[in-house]
């Protein structure tokens, strides 16, 4: 499967801000917050996690080419210095699992543009299933 369209949709939401909902504490409780992620996205993940793309073994893979398994600005950065398929596979595999994580971290991928950017390598390098 080739990720044109996700790069496309990825590309326009660099920069742009993802709702998240408000808790009430009127009546006394405080619930955290969660992000409210549009169809688009959802559909990307869910094809994502079933594609022959996603890397289970994404941590052994990054440290395989001497990256830390965490998604920050520098290992990012690293992944995409890297310029290689089986790496940007294993950190976007690493992204995609951590909203499970930790909230947000879609959104804050979407915003910095490392979906759109892994996604980048993949489709340049014509990588199909």
Known sequence: MEWQTAEAYFKKM???????????????????????????????????????????????????????PKMTAVTVSQVLLINNVTAAAAMLSLIVDGEDVQRGTWAAAMQAGYFYRLLKILNDNKVAE
């Open 14 to 68: 660099i920069g742009k801000k993802v709702a998240w909902t408000i808790s009430q504490p009127e009546d006394g409780l405080v619930r955290a917050g969660y992000p409210l992620y549009d169809q688009e996205l959802l559909e990307f993940v869910r094809h994502f996690k079933t594609s022959t793309q996603y890397d289970p073994h994404y941590r052994k893979t990054l440290r395989h080419y001497h990256v830390k």
